[in-house]
């Protein structure tokens, strides 16, 4: 009998710490896409972005899901971020706007020592969030300013993407929608990178204007209208 009850015990200990035992906490991070790293181009006009701001509830590790009532709670399995997102979103950006403006002459604010930007992106991300019955929405402003600081253009988006309802498959959606972002940024920027530089070609090769020759000194006649006696 005390073998027994021993044997009870033993199981029960060892369910109490089955069910002690931590789950592992599930973590996302956003999806880059299929970007293919342009060659350096040395006469590409020079594009810095940022900075890059995201809404104060995105500065938090925990993954939010959009409720049927439209208010934001924490993930039911506690789903968080792999990393910073605010890192996320720049690197996603970036690799986007490199490949679609074929350029590798674009850095991230504040850029480095020496950078010279001929255009210049700010953007702020006012909403990035999902639910599992809520799409995918992003609602953003950019604005485009050259070298000197004047602004070129602005733009307020508000984009959209359904997804199947699962964790993994709204962070999807969400990527899909940054790409779809740097798209429309990217056709903004790039008639302004085309005039930049075709402006920049043509200042290369203008002609030279030829130089004048070296001046040569005039001549003088030699005078011979000397008188001649005759004896």
């Known amino acids: 009998m005390n073998v027994r009850r021993f044997t009870t015990f033993l199981l029960l200990a060892c369910a109490g710490l089955a069910g002690c035992v931590t789950q592992p906490v599930p973590m996302y991070r956003l999806d880059n896409g299929n970007v293919e790293m342009p060659a350096q181009a040395e006469d590409g006009a020079a594009v810095l972005l940022g900075p890059v701001k995201l809404a104060d509830y995105l500065q938090h590790d925990a ?10 709670a924490a993930d039911d399995q506690q789903a968080r971020w792999a990393g910073n997102l605010q890192g996320d979103v720049n690197q996603l950006l970036l690799r986007q706007l490199a ?21 210049r992106i700010e953007l702020e991300i006012t909403r990035l969030d999902s639910g599992p019955q809520h799409p995918a929405v992003l609602e953003a402003q950019w604005r485009l300013l050259d070298g ?17 309802g699962s964790t993994t498959d709204q962070v999807r959606a969400q990527s899909r929608l940054l790409q779809r972002l740097s798209e429309m940024m ?9 005039a930049k530089t075709r402006t920049g070609r043509s200042v290369s090769k203008a002609p030279s204007k030829p130089e004048a020759p070296p001046a040569i000194p005039a001549v003088e006649p030699i005078r011979t209208d000397l008188e001649v006696f005759r004896f």
């Open 63 to 72: 993954l939010l899901q959009r409720l049927p009532d439209g208010s934001l």
């Open 99 to 119: 490949s679609r403006l074929k350029t590798q002459s674009l850095e991230l604010s504040p850029g480095s020592k020496g950078f010279d930007p001929d255009i």
């Open 148 to 164: 000197q600081g004047k602004r070129q253009s602005s733009r307020l988006v508000r984009l959209q993407e359904e997804h199947q």
């Open 186 to 194: 990217a056709s903004a920027v790039e008639p302004i990178m085309v």
